[in-house]
């Protein structure tokens, strides 16, 4: 199963991605994390500290065919070549970043992320996260396109969820079967409510809720992931259960369909 998670800056996105997928390797999934931020940093979020030794997916692994840009060589090989150990047997792959200035766009970055993700395909033992930067132009890009699901992160002020909005639209011209919205930062009931009624008055699905935490802050300061600074923290605890039920979703609907 493949999850992506996008919204505004500074929303929670790698915060989320990185718990999330020491969590789902914890219970026993094996699981891909993809920092596809050009200005990288969940290898930090995670746990990762020899940042200079995890290599880049090389964009020399794509070829563009008719259906979209696919991997040159098999994808467990490029698991294998491309990714580093994380903690709890989390494997991290991250997409290049610009090494110089005035080098050009960052498509071919983009497109090798796409290529890993189709060739990943939605293969139920592997939980794939994808954590994907502040700008919609991951959705222009198609960047996530194959995704099975993609999380918008909103924060509970308005420019944050006009930023989900956005994204949403653009994502319901895609093929990504399910888009949802984990609501983060609620310091009091009225933050989730204004959210919730938010997505309520769009049609959004709002699939879970992580109160504020000063916690997760002091990971931050600390240099530290959460999960090794503050384990037993509320957010923690949120998203061991958001992300168990996306989970068994998935598995449910697959059953269901008999695939
Ligand atoms: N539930 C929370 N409570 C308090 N602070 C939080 C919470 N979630 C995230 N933060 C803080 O918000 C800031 C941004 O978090 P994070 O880097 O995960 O966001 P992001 O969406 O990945 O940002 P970017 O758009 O830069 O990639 C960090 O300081 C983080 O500690
Ligand atoms: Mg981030």
């Not at 500074?10 to 993809?34: D, E, F, N, P, Y």
């Not at 997505?199 to 109160?211: K, N, Q, S, Y």
Request: net charge negative.
């Amino acid at each position: 199963m493949r999850i992506a998670v996008a919204g505004k800056g500074g929303a929670g996105k790698t915060t989320i991605c990185a718990t999330a997928a020491r969590l789902m390797a914890r219970s026993g999934h094996r699981v891909v994390a993809i920092d596809g931020d050009t200005n990288p940093n969940l290898h930090a979020a995670i746990g990762v500290d020899a940042a200079a030794e995890a290599p880049f997916l090389p964009t020399s692994l794509v070829s563009r065919r008719f259906d979209g840009p696919r991997l040159t060589a098999p994808v467990d090989e490029v698991l294998d070549r491309h990714s580093v150990p994380a903690p709890d047997g989390v494997r991290l792959v991250r997409m290049g970043m610009p090494q110089h200035a005035d080098e050009g766009c960052m498509c071919s970055a983009h497109a090798t992320v796409s290529a890993f993700l189709a060739d990943l395909g939605d293969d139920a033992g592997t939980v794939t996260l994808l954590d994907l930067e502040a700008s919609p132009e991951h959705l222009s890009r198609g960047t996530a396109r194959h995704s099975d699901v993609l999380l918008l992160v909103a924060e509970p002020y308005y420019r944050s969820l006009e930023a989900v909005r956005l994204q949403a639209s653009l994502a319901a011209e895609t093929s990504i079967g399910r888009v949802a919205v984990v609501a983060n930062k609620c310091r009091q009931p009225p933050d989730f409510d204004a959210i919730e009624e938010y997505c309520d008055r769009h049609g959004l699905e709002l699939a879970g809720a992580l109160p504020w935490s000063e916690a997760v802050l002091e990971a931050d300061g600390a240099s530290r992931p959460l999960l090794d600074h503050a384990p037993g923290d509320p957010v923690v605890g949120a998203l061991d259960t958001l992300f168990d039920a996306l989970v068994a979703g998935s598995a449910v609907a697959r059953a269901e369909a008999g695939v």
